[in-house]
C-alpha cells in the first residue's frame, strides 16, 4: 500500500476499506441477525405496498430484475459445473434450470436434476 492509498478517505464513507482482512468486515460477535432481519419485516410491515408489487419491502422484491443474458447463463453452468466437478451440488430454483435449459445447458439440467432426485 503507498502512502497516497494510506492516507486517503474511504471511497464509499462506510470506513470498510477494500484491502482490510475478511474479520473486520463481518458483524461483531453476538449479533443477532434473525433479530435484525425481524425488525425489518416488522418495519415493512408499516410501510404502504410498491406500486410493482404487493411487497412492502423493495429489498425482496424482485419485480425490477432484467433477465440474464446468455453470457450470464454460461456462466452459470461453468460454475456450476466447476462445483459438481468438487462434488459439490449446486442449488438452482426451476426458473434458473428453464434459462439454464434455453441456453443449450441440457446435460447440465439434467446432472443437476437427478442430484436433486427429481426425473428429467
Ligand atoms: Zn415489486
Known amino acids: 500500500m503507498t502512502t497516497d ?8 464513507g462506510n470506513g470498510l476499506e477494500h484491502d482490510q482482512p475478511a474479520d473486520d468486515r463481518s458483524l461483531a460477535p453476538g449479533t443477532d441477525i434473525v433479530a435484525m432481519w425481524r425488525r425489518r419485516r416488522q418495519a415493512s410491515w408499516r410501510l404502504e405496498p410498491l406500486e ?12 425490477h430484475e432484467r433477465a440474464p443474458s446468455a453470457k450470464m447463463i454460461d456462466a452459470g453452468a461453468d460454475a456450476a459445473e466447476h462445483l459438481l466437478a468438487a462434488g459439490l451440488t449446486p442449488m438452482f430454483d426451476i426458473d434458473t434450470q428453464r434459462q439454464l435449459w434455453r441456453g443449450g445447458h441440457h446435460r447440465l439440467v439434467h446432472r443437476l436434476r437427478s442430484a436433486y432426485g427429481l426425473a428429467s
Open 5 to 12: 492509498e494510506r492516507d486517503r478517505p474511504a471511497g464509499n
Open 52 to 63: 410493482c408489487c404487493s411487497c412492502a419491502d423493495p429489498w425482496p422484491c424482485r419485480c
